[in-house]
């Protein structure tokens, strides 16, 4: 149910047309309240800058934590997918996102697609769950053999947040297609929010 909620939050903040340059900033109370976030990274098509073909960039100044803060990803939104110019109609446009930091670079969110040309993820939580553990059972009804599949609980492997004992940077890294540079996209805005305690 929460999780409904803030999707629906997530969806309405952007149909509002709400729009910052590309930026880290805190939340408004409201926002925290609704979000279950305290931050949020905005990152936009004119932040890559990078003109090398098949190029990853790696941004690493838009949001730095220092010793003693736990940091949380909680979701990523897709406000407007990233639009990578191309007049090659053999292949479809790609640009993927990995958040990291020094240590892991997709510590907080695996690859995402975020680009029109490919099957962009318009929404995405944070990785601080794990697969629930399964037990198989077998349920024998007369001559008949059933092998039923029992979740057994969620575990939390503590994937997807971190708490830093030496000041870090949040790393954001754009991977185009093997065809294009990131510099290359006309069009695009993705929003990180975050959750940060600090001691």
């Not at 892991?104 to 993820?121: N, Q, R, W």
Request: hydrophobic content about 40%; proline content about 2%; overall charge negative.
């Amino acid at each position: 149910m929460k999780k409904r909620m803030i999707i629906a939050v997530l969806m309405a903040l952007g149909i509002a047309g709400m729009s910052w340059a590309s930026s880290f900033r805190p939340l408004t109370e409201q926002e925290r309240s609704a979000l279950g976030a305290t931050h949020v990274a905005t990152i936009t098509h004119a932040d890559l800058t990078t003109t090398d073909t098949n190029t990853a960039q790696t941004l690493t100044t838009v949001m730095e934590v220092k010793s003693g803060t736990a940091v949380q990803l909680v979701a990523m939104q897709l406000i407007t997918a990233f639009d990578i110019a191309t007049d090659n109609t053999n292949y479809t446009g790609s640009l993927l996102l990995e958040v990291g930091d020094g240590t892991d670079p997709d510590l907080y969110l695996t690859s995402t697609e975020l680009a029109s040309e490919g099957t962009e993820v318009w929404l995405k939580y944070g990785r601080s769950v794990q697969a629930a553990a399964t037990t198989v059972i077998t349920n024998v009804i007369g001559t008949t053999t059933n092998l039923i599949t029992v979740a057994t609980g969620l575990t939390d492997d503590s994937t997807g947040r971190k708490v830093y004992t030496a000041d870090d940077t949040i790393d954001f890294k754009f991977t185009p297609n093997a065809e294009n540079a990131v510099s290359e996209c006309s069009a695009g805005e993705v929003r990180i929010y975050f959750r940060q305690m600090k001691k």
